[in-house]
């Protein structure tokens, strides 16, 4: 067996009881989720996968879904006009937080927080809804590698219960940054998050960012490569809502969290990672997935500065 292999193997044997954390409760239909739920998953782009525990279970993407989306929309705007509706700043508050929403520019302050999710979703272009969510599904296709769907009864939930997410869309309406319908852009939204993934899907999808757009398991091209430089900027300031300046420093590469309990995490030229297992810190991120990335991050030395120094590599260790 390979060292990767028989290192993520003590770590899910030392993580698995870790029970501190919530599983997400606001949204009904992810209180449902196992709290054992735990999977780790890391493929490489040099066609390695290293892989422990609940891998092949479907979860939906939730948070996660932003940043490939914001990769959708810089491909349908450009990243100046996208600039214009969607600001790089890191918030330092809660992921679904509106008090920065009624402040100078009116414009949401990044495209990782919900406000500037949805801001971002409103811009997707396509003939009708339809057409729009098709477009979205067959991005998502292309980073996973097969079809996706939508958890139908999870989008229902979000939507019967998203007040605080149709309440900043109706302030982004008023300040023009978002336009009517905005129940589309809501119902869009709510079809990203409820985008049925694994633990493996992620590490694909992230692989693919590490491989400067390209699947590196089906060779298919996902977005733009001249898009990848930015998507992780956004990911590495803002990508663990008000967690991001923390992780950066104790782990150190771009991530995404979402509230049904994954992290994507990708490092640059050799790896993609994920981890789910839906228990959930303060901050709605996962309290197993953080431990393992910060003792990933020791072990392979990837922070990025340590990457500079041209330490991390798998496959030899
Ligand atoms: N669908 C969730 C919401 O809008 C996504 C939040 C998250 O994963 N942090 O509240």
Known sequence: M??????????????KGVS?????????????ANPDWFGISIVTLDGHTYEVGD??????????SKVFVYGMALEDYGRDQLLKKVGVEPTGDPFNSLIRLDEDSKRPENPMVNAGAIATTGLITGADLAD?????????????????????????????????????????????MIDQP?????????????????????????????????????????VGANHVRDI??????????NFAGEWAFRVGIPAKS??????????????????????????????RGLKVFEALSRQYGFHLFDLSLGRCNFTQT
């Open 20 to 32: 501190a954390g919530q599983v997400a409760s606001y949204i009904p239909e992810l209180a449902r």
């Open 258 to 287: 979402g509230v049904s309990g994954g992290i994507l995490a990708v490092v640059p030229n050799r790896a993609g990672i994920a981890v789910f297992s839906p228990l959930l810190d303060g901050h709605g991120n996962s309290v």
């Open 132 to 176: 729009r969510l098709n477009r979205m599904l067959a991005m998502f296709q292309r980073y996973v590698g097969n079809e996706v769907f939508v958890d139908v009864s999870t989008f229902i939930s979000e939507r019967s219960t998203g007040h605080r997410n149709r309440a900043m869309a109706h302030l982004m309406l008023n300040f023009g």
């Open 2 to 15: 390979s060292q990767v292999q028989a290192f993520l193997d003590q770590l899910y044997h030392e993580l």
């Open 182 to 222: 905005i129940e589309d852009a809501l119902d869009l939204y709510f079809q990203q998050c409820s985008v049925l993934v694994t633990a493996h899907d992620l590490a694909v999808m992230a692989a693919t960012l590490a491989n400067q757009g390209v699947n590196p398991i089906t060779g298919e091209r996902a």
């Open 55 to 64: 891998v092949a279970q479907k979860f939906t993407i939730q948070s996660i």
């Open 232 to 241: 992780l900027s956004v990911m590495y300031t803002c990508g663990m809502y």
